[in-house]
């Protein structure tokens, strides 16, 4: 599952996505984000994401820490994925 409202990025796709620069920018999907909060199962890559992201200049960048499961906990509301 997933996070509703939120956007998947692939992490080997988020510098690429969020870049203007590059030529996989992704404004549409993007938007005007004004804060990040990255998750991922257990928030060891979002962590790395974060850090990269910050190192692009991204100011409000924050990281989920323990992941999915900890979201879960506190109550956001959740979206089931169906398995293929």
Known sequence: GTIKDSIHIPRGMLEFWLDPQSSYYQEKKIGDIKSIVL??????????????????????????????????????????????
């Open 39 to 84: 998750f991922c199962a257990l928030g060891f890559r979002s962590a790395l994401a974060t850090k990269s992201l910050q190192e692009m200049g991204f100011k409000n960048v924050a990281n989920a820490q323990g992941g999915f499961d900890s979201l879960k906990k506190i109550g956001l509301p959740i979206i089931s994925k169906e398995k293929k």
